[in-house]
């Protein structure tokens, strides 16, 4: 079947420590996004790519980075910058951008 | 920036009840878009509404699109345990010359058996 798969489903960071978030689609989309999302909270975009070997900054992009050298893979790196990184993250597709989204299962980040 | 403002932001019901949610916003937007999301999980979307005015339906639920575009509404008929979860509205804009999806707070809704 195709979908998007985000792992870890639980990752546990320590202090000063970058981790690093796989996100995979088989869905042949040309958009892939990275959201944040905080308990209560609706999704805040932290980056996006609208085709292989190109993404732009979200509304919160300080402390994260990511990149997409192939067209189905997007990973998420959370720095040591990231002050506050526990939170549910959350990767997208989209067929082309601007096109309705479609969303992985998340994974939760949580600071040891 | 363009916000929306998703109300209620929380709803407690009987099972069998309908339900209303809406979104609102003071700009105008491009398509609308109805999310159901399960604890730990992702959002799934449930309706994509394309047109000022469109009315789609997706078994139980209908949403519309504003004739204003500036607003949505999502409607559950006869709900169900499974409705249980947080639904979020969204909408895309042209924001300095791009298209942006812009997320709603998200709507929680409770049953009661």
């Known amino acids: 079947d195709g979908g998007i798969t985000q792992s870890p489903k639980y990752l546990f960071r320590k202090e000063g420590q970058n981790v690093t978030l796989s996100c995979e689609q088989n869905l042949n989309h040309d958009a892939m996004y990275w959201y944040r999302q905080d308990p209560g909270q609706g999704l805040r975009l932290i980056y996006y790519?609208?085709?292989?070997?190109?993404?732009q900054k979200g509304d919160i992009a300080e402390g994260y980075s990511v990149s997409r050298e192939k067209k189905e893979s997007f990973p998420l790196t959370v720095t040591s910058a990231q002050k506050n990184p526990t939170a549910f993250y959350l990767c997208?597709?989209?067929?082309?951008?601007?096109?309705?989204?479609?969303f992985g299962d998340g994974t939760r980040l949580s600071i040891l | 920036g363009q916000q929306l403002n998703q109300s209620p932001q929380s709803m407690f019901i009987q099972e069998g009840e309908d339900v209303s949610m809406n979104c609102t916003s003071s700009s105008i937007f491009n398509t609308w878009l109805w999310y159901k999301q399960d604890p730990g999980e992702g959002p799934v979307l449930l309706i994509a509404l394309y047109k000022a005015g469109e009315l789609t339906s997706n078994g139980r639920l209908t949403a519309q699109f504003g004739i204003t575009r500036k607003d949505s509404f999502l409607n559950i008929s006869a709900s169900i345990p499974s409705d249980v979860g947080i639904y979020f509205c969204?909408?895309?804009?042209?924001?300095?010359?791009?298209?942006?999806?812009?997320f709603g707070q998200g709507t929680r809704l409770t049953i009661n058996p």
């Open positions: 969204a909408g895309t804009a042209s924001i300095q010359g791009a298209q942006k999806l812009v």
């Open positions: 997208a597709s989209s067929i082309v951008w601007g096109q309705p989204q479609h």
């Open positions: 790519s609208q085709i292989v070997n190109d993404f």
